[in-house]
Structures are given as structure tokens and as C-alpha cells.
């Protein structure tokens, strides 16, 4: 069975600073991967995904994530944060059928000003 | 164009009460996924459904059900209601089922209460 591991479910950066949110995935065959982003009260928007081909993964508001199959992860990072980036991630996981898609259990960002 | 919308955005109910969510998919897309978001939580899935036929399913009770209609909208039915059935119930609407690789557009969900 597919399954996600989000590694700290709280994240704290300084603006501007680094971000790194990790995921770990478990799939006995190639993976579709996914980030996901929150805000409050909101549904999930779509930041990037991973099918086959190039591991690194660029997405949207400057995010990009990358692919390692030897070490069964899909770290989001992003150079520099924004008070904006503020918000709940998701990493999923989609099964081979396409019938369902697998989440996380949440890193929540929290940017100091 | 419009996005997934969902109906109602909040809903209170008791212990043993019965509630209908109801979505629209994005125009074009023709499957629709419920999820059930427990706060703190990721989003668990339900069901899938894809031209009207459903086409996988969570492990979820019999005391949820759901259908899609011609038009591809859904509905999402919850019998004998539960305290721990209080959750953020998202929908989600992909083109296409087939391919894994279809990334989801959900809506902005249905808050549930039970008191």
C-alpha cells in the first residue's frame, strides 16, 4: 500500500530565509507525487507534481521539489519565504489506478517577520 | 471559469441526523472525489467517482454514500450522524480518471459540525 510520511508537522522560517518541508513516500511502483497548499478555510491548491522524466520539479509562487528514488523522498523547498507562503502542505501520493490520492498528514509554515 | 464550488460552505447537525453535501466539478471534468479533512489531519479519501459510476472507495462506513449525477455534479450522504463525523468534507474534480497523473481541483469544502 501507498503511504506519505511528512516529516515536522510544524515549520518555523525567518522572510526570506530557506524553506524546506519534507516527505517521504512509500510505493511499490513509480509514484505520482504532489504538493499541496492550505490557507485558512480554504480547499487545496495545487503546487506542483511529479509524474515521470525531469526529478526537479518546478512549481507555482516559486516552489520546486525533487525526486529521489533512492531515498523515497519529495522535499518542497523554496530560496527565499514570504510572509505569504504562510499555509498549511500537503504531500500525496497517487495510486496506480488513479482512483484515489494519498496525503500527508500536514506541515504547517509559520513565517517570522 | 468557475472552480469546484461546493454547497453549503457550513452545516450544524446532531448525533443521528442525516446530511447531503453537494458539489459541482470544474465544467469538462468528469470525476469527482470527496474527502473528509479532521482538523490537524490530512485529507482522508471516500470516494471516487467517474461517469457516474463509483469507482473507489475509502474505508469509510456504510453510513456513507454518494452518487453522481448526469451532469456530473455529486452528492455526498452521511446517515447517522457521529461526533467524530465533524470534519472538513472536500471535493475534488480531475478530468479525466485514467492516468494517475491527473492532479485534483478542489473546492473550498463543507464544514460539518455535530453537536
Known amino acids: 500500500a501507498q503511504s506519505v510520511t511528512q516529516l515536522g508537522s510544524h515549520v518555523s522560517v525567518s522572510e526570506g530565509a530557506l524553506v524546506l518541508l519534507r516527505c517521504n513516500y512509500s510505493?511499490?511502483?513509480?509514484?505520482?507525487l504532489f504538493w499541496y497548499v492550505q490557507y485558512p478555510n480554504q480547499g487545496l491548491q495545487l503546487l506542483l507534481k511529479?509524474?515521470?522524466?525531469?526529478?526537479l520539479v518546478k512549481g507555482i509562487n516559486g516552489f520546486e521539489a525533487e525526486f529521489k528514488k533512492s531515498e523515497t523522498s519529495f522535499h518542497l523547498t523554496k530560496p527565499s519565504a514570504h510572509m505569504s507562503d504562510a499555509a498549511e502542505y500537503f504531500c500525496?501520493?497517487?495510486?496506480?489506478?488513479?482512483?484515489?490520492?494519498?496525503f500527508g498528514a500536514g506541515t504547517r509554515l509559520f513565517v517570522k517577520a | 471559469d468557475a472552480g469546484v464550488t461546493q454547497s453549503p460552505t457550513h452545516l450544524i447537525k446532531t448525533r443521528g441526523q442525516q446530511v447531503t453535501l453537494r458539489c459541482s466539478p470544474i465544467s469538462g471534468h468528469k470525476s469527482v472525489s470527496w474527502y473528509q479533512q479532521v482538523l490537524g489531519q490530512g485529507p482522508q479519501f471516500i470516494f471516487q467517482y467517474y461517469e457516474k459510476e463509483e469507482r473507489g472507495r475509502g474505508n469509510f462506513p456504510d453510513r456513507f454514500s454518494a452518487r453522481q449525477f448526469p451532469n456530473y455534479s455529486s452528492e455526498l450522504n452521511v446517515n447517522a450522524l457521529l461526533l467524530g463525523d465533524s470534519a472538513l468534507y472536500l471535493c475534488?474534480?480531475?478530468?479525466?480518471?485514467?492516468?494517475?497523473?491527473?492532479?485534483?481541483?478542489f473546492g473550498d469544502g463543507t464544514r460539518l459540525s455535530i453537536l
Open positions: 511529479y509524474t515521470t522524466g525531469a526529478t
Open positions: 475534488a474534480s480531475s478530468l479525466v480518471i485514467w492516468g494517475a497523473n491527473q492532479p485534483q481541483h
Open positions: 500525496a501520493v497517487s495510486d496506480t489506478g488513479g482512483f484515489k490520492t494519498i
Open positions: 510505493s511499490s511502483v513509480p509514484p505520482y
